[in-house]
């Protein structure tokens, strides 16, 4: 079933166009070769690599809500009280008391969180130069501009 758009693929060779030329696929290879990476950097800290994007985004924005925090980093709720959860149960963050709506509590880092920061910090810089030399400078570039533009939720 071939169309005029010769861009389109044919029926049987759909597949191997797919394989061959999708972003997502892509995008999510390269996903778990970087959080492979940081993951076993700061493995010796009790952390894994989302938990710790997570933990560095409360520290410089929050305190935040969990909606908020979701948006921000483009999570579903399931995901995001997946990761919360070891972060509040170490005591690297707490959850205050609900704002005047009722409706947020705000998540904080404690001093506890603030020091393993401290301590995974020269761990999380080696992977950064890893990924970067795997990926070549001005890929790693390339990937922070497209994170910069995409959209925000409201």
Known sequence: MKTS???????????????????????????RVLTALYDDALRPFGINAPQFTLLVMIHELGPIGRA?????N???RSTLTRNLQPLLAQGWIVEGPPDEDGRTRPLAVT?????LLCDAAP??????????AMLGESN???????GRRLPRHP
């Open 74 to 76: 483009h999570h579903d």
């Open 68 to 72: 908020a925090l979701g948006r921000r």
């Open 5 to 31: 758009d010769s861009r389109t693929p044919t029926k049987a060779s759909a597949g191997g166009e797919i394989l061959r030329s999708c972003l997502l696929t892509r995008t999510r290879q390269l996903s």
């Open 140 to 146: 790693a570039e390339a990937i922070m501009d497209i």
């Open 123 to 132: 761990a999380w810089s080696t992977a950064q130069a890893k990924a970067t």
């Open 111 to 115: 001093g506890l969180g603030r020091r």
